[in-house]
């Protein structure tokens, strides 16, 4: 079945890169997310990329998708002590599926 | 302002008891889900409904109930029968004929049992 599988944390130091991976099994996967969850808060999409586009920027984030090997990944420039928080990949082959399916989500932790 | 409204935050039952979870939205929109967030293992899928009176179940729906009498709600029972009822459950809502998923969600209720 689909699956889609992240690491569970990520350490950096602000002011620098996160890159935060995903991998995904459903080879027809059309669109692909990254959802954003603060603390005790419910998730918020923070950007996605349809399977025909390589590569998606918007401001501090850039989005790669490399669909011959299912990977999918987020890097966030300049990280913030505000973007610590836990974020999800998600994919869904179609905009009627009537499921969407998240990744376990990686907790990113800002070091001073 | 439109949104998710799920109510209350933080829940405390006793084990052998049912509780209901809220979920209102006030976006207008058909589809409504439940979520349910375990640490280390993301969001699982519990009951969706795509139009008025009518749900499906999801990856995980045993020991849970629901009921879409209204498109503006989507309550939760989570009853005696689920194992493991201690969790952050989410409900989220997305518009019908969107170009993609956009998921709009709730700020979730932690439920305990004891």
């Known amino acids: 079945g689909e699956d889609v599988e992240q690491s569970l944390f990520l350490s950096v130091r602000e002011g620098d890169s996160s890159v935060i991976n995903c991998t995904y099994t459903?080879?027809?996967?059309?669109?692909l997310y990254w959802y954003k969850q603060e603390p005790g808060a419910g998730l918020q999409l923070l950007t996605y990329i349809f399977s025909n586009m390589d590569m998606k920027q918007d401001q501090r984030l850039t989005v790669l998708l490399n669909k011959k090997d299912k990977h999918l990944s987020l890097r966030i420039a300049d990280t913030q002590t505000g973007d610590s928080a836990i974020y999800f990949c998600a994919e869904t082959p179609d905009s009627s599926a009537s499921k969407i399916i998240f990744g376990s989500g990686t907790r990113l932790s800002i070091r001073p | 302002d439109g949104g998710i409204t799920q109510s209350p935050k933080y829940l405390f039952r006793k084990e052998g008891q049912n509780v209901t979870l809220s979920c209102e939205q006030n976006l207008n929109h058909d589809a409504m889900y439940w979520y349910r967030q375990d640490p280390g293992q993301g969001l699982r899928l519990i009951y969706y409904s795509q139009i008025v009176n009518d749900f499906q179940k999801g990856d995980i729906a045993e020991g849970y109930s629901v009921s879409r009498e209204k498109k503006e709600s989507f309550p939760l029972t989570v009853t005696s029968a689920q194992k493991n009822p201690t969790a952050f459950y989410l409900c989220?809502?997305?518009?019908?004929?969107?170009?993609?998923?956009?998921?709009?969600f709730g700020n979730g209720t932690r439920l305990t049992v004891t």
């Open positions: 989220a809502s997305r518009a019908s004929g969107a170009d993609f998923w956009t998921l709009h």
């Open positions: 459903d080879s027809s996967s059309t669109y």
